[in-house]
């Protein structure tokens, strides 16, 4: 399974982001989808991830109540909306996905990588 990571940018403090990340082929089971940020110098951290089965959802603390993820089955596309965003926000995402649940939160859980896509948050 490919991952095509779209919807990156240079926004300003308290600005709003939509991510995009389609898989190449339709799977089955149940598989997780999740978003990743890597800022320079920095580990790879978890940001959100959901069940494609079943739509629940997990969030990093460090962006409940700002950003929201989705699926569009239809399109078979999963979506990251970022609100309110903050310098720290500031990284390359990166989708992702495995034969997890939304509740697995590190990296090497996950078999399927996408390129990342750069966000920039400026002060």
């Known amino acids: 399974v490919q991952l095509q990571a779209s919807g990156g940018g240079l926004v300003q403090l308290g600005d709003s982001l939509r991510l995009a990340c389609a898989p190449s082929?339709?799977?089955?089971?149940?598989?997780?989808l999740a978003w990743f940020r890597q800022a320079p110098g920095k580990e790879r951290e978890f940001v959100a991830a959901i069940s494609w089965t079943f739509g629940s959802t997990n969030y990093a603390d460090s962006v409940k109540g700002r950003f929201t993820i989705s699926r569009d089955d239809a399109a078979n596309t999963m979506y990251l909306q970022m609100n309110s965003l903050k310098p720290e926000d500031t990284a390359v995402y990166y989708c992702?996905?495995?034969?997890?649940?939304?509740?697995?939160?590190?990296?090497?859980?996950?078999?399927?990588w996408g390129q990342g896509t750069q966000v920039t948050v400026s002060s």
């Open positions: 082929e339709r799977t089955y089971g149940n598989y997780a």
């Open positions: 992702a996905a495995g034969y997890k649940s939304p509740y697995a939160e590190s990296p090497t859980e996950y078999e399927y």
